[in-house]
């Protein structure tokens, strides 16, 4: 099975950046990785995901503000959060898996998610 391990995340004030990562293991790494995240009693919601040789679908509500990017020869997928707002605070969890897409249903494995928080 494919392991992923998150990390960067953090709090900042509005308007600050932060970059997410997420390493993967024990695959090939050729499948679809996604960003997603869950706030306090809502359920979880696309961010942004990319494809194998860098196709990349972004969130309308983050589109312009988020970058996601992946490393293939690292196993790694990147999520560049500029303009972070208050509305942006969550648990945001890495995915992958051969039928993963925009909807998180999709995916088969899941990191363990990184908090990220914004104050005004």
């Known amino acids: 099975q494919v392991q992923l391990v998150e990390s960067g995340g953090g709090l900042v004030q509005d308007g600050g950046s932060l970059r997410l990562s997420c390493a993967a293991s024990?695959?090939?790494?050729?499948?679809?990785m996604g960003w997603f995240r869950q706030a306090s009693g809502k359920g979880r919601e696309f961010v942004a995901a990319?494809?194998?040789?860098?196709?990349?679908e972004h969130a309308p509500y983050v589109k312009g503000r988020f970058t996601i990017s992946r490393d293939n020869a690292k196993k790694t997928v990147y999520l560049q959060m500029n303009g972070l707002k208050p509305e942006d605070t969550a648990i945001y969890y890495c995915?992958?898996?051969?039928?993963?897409?925009?909807?998180?249903?999709?995916?088969?494995?899941w990191g363990q998610g990184t908090q990220v928080t914004v104050s005004s």
């Open positions: 995915a992958t898996g051969p039928r993963g897409w925009n909807s998180a249903a999709g995916y088969a494995y």
């Open positions: 024990g695959g090939a790494f050729r499948d679809a």
């Open positions: 990319i494809d194998w040789i860098g196709v990349a």
